[in-house]
């Protein structure tokens, strides 16, 4: 194996015109510092590793999704445009595309960068930045805190705007000395910057000035560091294997980013990288909610909605399981965006999703539905199922049911839906709640008094406190509006100054402190409401609301615990109306919707709330 070597400067002149990317490459990540970092090595004369190339014949160039490298990069950006390499000499870059990508960028092009404590989707939170370098700096001193990063020595960072010069900081944009493409054009410009130099500048910071812009030319468009090794096999195995161990180091690779180049090889008619990130987006951005899945979630529902071996590995990816994959991609796409809908009408999101693998049992229950079954509607079936699915979601999150290792948590519960559905249609809550007992021993619904007490530690603040309170529900669409966790005895009347006011001793006045955030003093409300409600007191408040708030909301019935003075009391009493809502549920969970009150006796709420 013999390698070749070259200038950066070549190297840059070559990108989208004969060095692109293959489909097999991840995106772009590296963060604006690693750019600087790598800039630094250059200038020092560190080595930075060889490139792996892969030279395409023509005849060959149709059989693969060929990419640009990105020169204005947005933090986040997450795609490569499809490049068109008609008529052209075509060099795939197998390893070294995050280096390439970076000199690219400080040298061509530009990092986006999103400023800190601003919203993703606020325009002023974006800041394109440019590559500078410090010509004053002398890389030989250490000037402790001067640098973002550890180890780096020149003066290199990112600007938005040209950055002011002052007696310690001469900025040169690191791009320019890609016009200086012979010895008598760098010349004149390092002649134009010591020239622009003030009289107060000594003749040794002209000297570093000088000897930090021959640096950069040299290691721009003199020294050879790019070394490059170019493999000539048309094999696609054979390259699939080098580039696999070339990448075995640096930046993991997902098993997706493989897997895609494979799929979108062997799928006919189908760019499976465009397909499968497209569908992503969608997900994530597009539905009645914002998602936070990726590719490895929809890889991986592949193979367990197409009954395949559900281990997410490469060897389960063979062009026998991909042929089956192709031929069930319309009804993976139709089943996995169906529960995502379901999941946001339960008012579960990126925020309150804590495992993601949690909705593949829903997902292959959909898909061996089949007939475009959406469970959207107000059929008995739908209205039935849609239920028991919310209850046994809302277990298994809670209950970190597919926590950890979850391969075979996904495994067993696929099996007990498969063998369920050989009989019925009805999503089976007790056939896969007693089967994840019995086999893994995992713990799903709210029947033992462990689980019920550990949901009613939740406080305030908590990821899984929107999901414990919406157990306390019954079905309702919380993807349709804006709902609040609300403080049903408010804060604002149990601050310690406010209950000192109110001559409370100081002892009992740390009882309620202590229940202000447990789930027993927490409630669901429209936004719209929450705002209305404000601090007033709940006495007054509960005049204004329908008869049946209290028993909707597990409120104990009785206005002398309604204040601030009685908060311990009232989360006790109201912690034992959600055990026995919760008793029920798991009683119930298969059998459709039930009276919160069902083997109950009568209801202990008045039909309307009483005043007090």
Not at 399 to 418: C, H, K, M, P, Y
Not at 491 to 500: F, I, M, P, V, Y
Request: hydrophobic share 40%; with cysteine.
């Amino acid at each position: 194996m013999s390698y070749a070597s070259t200038t950066i400067a070549d190297v840059l002149d070559q990108i989208n015109r004969t060095y692109f990317l293959p489909a097999i490459q991840r995106p772009y990540v590296w963060e604006a510092s690693q750019v600087v970092a790598l800039f630094d090595s250059l200038l020092k004369g560190y080595p930075i590793s060889s490139f792996l190339f892969w030279e395409l014949q023509p005849e060959n160039r149709g059989n693969w999704d060929i990419y640009q490298f990105v020169e204005n990069f947005r933090y986040g950006q997450v795609h490569n445009e499809p490049a068109e390499t008609d008529g052209r000499d075509v060099v795939l870059v197998l390893d070294g595309q995050q280096r390439l990508t970076s000199l690219l960028i400080g040298l061509r092009g530009s990092y986006t960068v999103k400023l800190k404590h601003k919203r993703w989707d606020n325009p002023l939170a974006w800041s394109k930045q440019r590559l500078y370098l410090n010509l004053l700096k002398d890389p030989g001193q250490d000037d402790a805190g001067e640098e973002d990063e550890v180890g780096v020595t020149y003066g290199l960072r990112f600007f938005e705007e040209p950055p002011g010069n002052d007696r310690g900081h001469l900025w040169f944009k690191v791009g320019r000395i890609l016009d200086c493409r012979d010895d008598d054009r760098f010349d004149q410009v390092k002649e134009e910057v010591v020239d622009s130099l003030p009289d107060t500048v000594t003749r040794g910071e002209v000297r570093i000035v000088e000897r930090n812009l021959d640096r950069l030319y040299r290691t721009v468009w003199k020294d050879d560091v790019v070394a490059y090794y170019t493999e000539k096999s048309q094999s696609y195995d054979r390259v699939l294997d080098i580039f696999i161990r070339a990448n075995d180091g640096g930046t993991k690779l997902s098993k997706s980013d493989l897997l895609l180049s494979m799929i979108t090889s062997k799928w006919d008619g189908v760019n499976a990288r465009e397909e499968i990130f497209n569908f992503v987006d969608r997900l994530n951005d597009e539905l009645d909610r914002k998602n936070d899945l990726n590719k490895d979630f929809v890889m991986r529902a592949c193979l367990v909605l197409s009954d395949l071996d559900h281990v997410y590995k490469v060897n389960n990816f063979t062009t026998a399981n991909l042929a089956v994959i192709q031929r069930n991609w319309p009804e993976i796409k139709r089943s996995l965006e169906a529960t995502l809908r379901l999941v946001n009408r339960f008012g579960i999101d990126r925020d309150t999703l804590t495992s993601a693998n949690a909705v593949l049992p829903i997902a292959y229950y959909l898909f061996k539905l089949g007939d475009g079954v959406m469970l959207d509607g107000t059929t008995p079936f739908e209205v039935q199922n849609r239920l028991r699915i919310r209850r046994w979601l809302l277990g298994a999150l809670l209950n970190s049911v597919f926590g950890g290792s979850s391969d075979q948590t996904i495994g067993t519960s696929r099996a007990l839906l498969r063998e369920a559905m050989e009989t019925e249609r009805d999503f089976p809550f007790h056939a896969l709640t007693d089967g994840l007992r019995k086999r893994r021993g995992r713990v799903v619904a709210f029947d033992e008094e462990a689980n019920v007490a550990a949901l009613l530690e939740t406080t305030y603040g908590q990821r899984t406190c929107f999901l414990a309170l919406s157990t306390l529900y019954e079905e309702q669409n919380w993807s349709s509006s804006l709902y609040h966790i609300d403080h049903i005895i408010p804060r604002t009347l149990c601050t310690r100054r406010s209950l000192q006011g109110r001559g409370i001793s100081e002892s009992r006045i740390d009882e309620i402190l202590a229940c202000v955030d447990r789930i027993g003093n927490l409630q669901l409300l429209l936004g719209r409401e929450n705002s209305e409600k404000a601090g007033m007191s709940f006495g007054d408040w509960i005049r204004t609301r329908d008869g049946g708030f209290l028993e909707m909301h597990l409120i104990p019935p009785e206005p002398h615990l309604w204040v601030p003075e009685a908060l311990p009391e009232f989360v006790a009493a109201r912690e034992d109306l959600i055990r026995r809502r919760l008793r029920l549920y798991s009683i119930f969970g298969d059998s459709g919707p039930v009276p919160a009150w069902a083997s109950q006796g009568d209801s202990p709420f008045p039909i309307q709330p009483a005043a007090g």
